[in-house]
C-alpha cells in the first residue's frame, strides 16, 4: 500500500508539462492496484488511513482536476483519473458506512478523512468542468455519499 501511494504521489507533484501517456497510464494502474487491495478489506483500509492515504489521494485529487489558465476543461484522462480517485473514496465511504460502525473511532477517523474540503470541492468542480457524463455521473454518486459529512455552502449548488 505505502508503496502505490508513493508512486501516486509522485504524479501528484507539480509538473511543468502534462504527463506523459505512459506516466497516465501507470498512475490509473497504481489506483486500481491500490483500490483492488482496501476495497472490502477492513485491515488494509485501517493501514492505508494510518499512512495518510486519504490525503495523499486527495493532492492527486487536487492535481488531476487543476486546469490551465487558458483553458476551463480538464484532459479526459486527468478527468478520468479524478473520478476513479473519487470513485474509490466513495466506495471506502460506502464501506464503512454499509458494513462498519461509522460512529466508531477508526470509522469516524475515516469519514472525516475522506470528506476533507479538498475532497468535497473536487467533486463539486468535477461536475462542472465541461467533463464527460460518465465521469459526471461518478462525481455525483461520489458527491451523494459525501454531502452528509461535507460542508457545502450556497456557491457549491
Known amino acids: 500500500i505505502s508503496l502505490l501511494l508513493a508512486n501516486l504521489e509522485t504524479y ?20 486500481y492496484a491500490l483500490g483492488s487491495l482496501i476495497r472490502g478489506n477492513p485491515v488494509a483500509t485501517k493501514h492505508f488511513q494510518d499512512l495518510g492515504g486519504p490525503s ?14 487558458d483553458r476551463d ?15 474509490l473514496g466513495g466506495d471506502l465511504l460506502e ?28 467533486a463539486v468542480g468535477l461536475v462542472s468542468k465541461g467533463t464527460s457524463l460518465q465521469t459526471r455521473e461518478r462525481s455525483l454518486i461520489a458527491m451523494k455519499l459525501m454531502a452528509p459529512y461535507c460542508n457545502f455552502n450556497e456557491e457549491d449548488r
Open 95 to 122: 464501506d464503512v458506512l454499509v458494513n462498519g460502525n461509522g460512529e466508531s473511532d477508526g470509522s469516524r477517523g475515516l469519514i472525516d478523512s475522506l470528506t476533507t474540503d479538498s475532497w468535497c470541492h473536487s
Open 56 to 69: 495523499k489521494l486527495a493532492s492527486s485529487l487536487i492535481q488531476s482536476t487543476k486546469t490551465s489558465p
Open 73 to 87: 476543461t480538464l484532459s479526459p484522462s486527468n478527468a478520468k483519473f479524478a473520478s476513479k480517485v473519487l470513485g
Open 12 to 31: 501528484a507533484a507539480d509538473a511543468p508539462e502534462p504527463l506523459s501517456f505512459a506516466s497516465q497510464s501507470k498512475r490509473q494502474r497504481c489506483l
